[in-house]
């Protein structure tokens, strides 16, 4: 039976989902994570929400078996269509970086009209702006396709005059919309954050504010362990990290995501 020493289960199509493992070992520092990306399979952004469904039962079954007291749904384009099959199925609490993130964009604006840049599986499900509906009738959600930022991220090519033209490519729609809180909707973003902040105050608003949904997960993932008297307050906290393939460039790439060096010997490659 998971309590609150058990760790909690993080899963991702690949990578990117540290970033989200990352804003939670910086709020929940006791806490132990069991990271799954499926590096073999990544990226889950391009396919249908039949196969990604598929793909997100096989990964939360595998975290499962470990125990887990909780899992937190890393990815966008799975929690844009999975977390309602996965509440159902798994008797646990399920943590997706959707709602989080509607949540906090809904806070940080003012006017009610929110811009989110994801992929187009997180876009064509309507995920985000059925989360918006949900919190305030008067807000207006305007999202956009930004998919060429995951293999920017992934490259490490995060500043300079291609992403800053990327990122104008893709904002450029969104202009006209007033909007004034823009939300980062994929978990490869955040390493962009910066050339997105340049572009969108030029190009959206001054003062638009980016939210971005991986510590808006973090920090509604505290008050949920609190609640359920689930977290873990004292020792030390540390990251397992589980992929389906070890990709070239792995460390590189992962510590880029984590913000950190990744300890390799705490990396295991499986089959799922
Ligand atoms: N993890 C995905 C997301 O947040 C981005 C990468 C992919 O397409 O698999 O939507």
Known sequence: MADASSPIGVFDSGLGGLTVASAIMDALPHERIVYLGDTARVPYGTRSPRTVLRYARACARRLQAHDIKLLVIACNTVSAVAVDMLRVELDMPVLGVIGPGARAGIAASVNGRVGVIATRGTVASGAYGRELAGLSSKAELFPQAAPLLVPLAEEGWIDGAVPSEVVQHYLEPLAAAGVDTLILGCTHYPL????????????????????????????????LLVSRGLARTE????????????????????????????DESAVEQIDL
Not at 201 to 222: F, G, I, K, M, P
Not at 239 to 254: H, K, Q
């Open 235 to 262: 020792g030390p906290g540390d990251l397992r990290i589980m992929v389906t393939d070890l990709p070239g460039r792995f460390a590189e790439v992962a510590s880029r995501f984590l913000g950190r060096d990744i």
């Open 192 to 223: 962009l954050v910066g050339v997105i902040r340049e572009v969108a105050a030029r190009v959206l608003s001054a003062d638009v504010r980016v939210v971005d949904s991986a510590h808006a997960t973090a920090t509604e993932l505290q008050a």
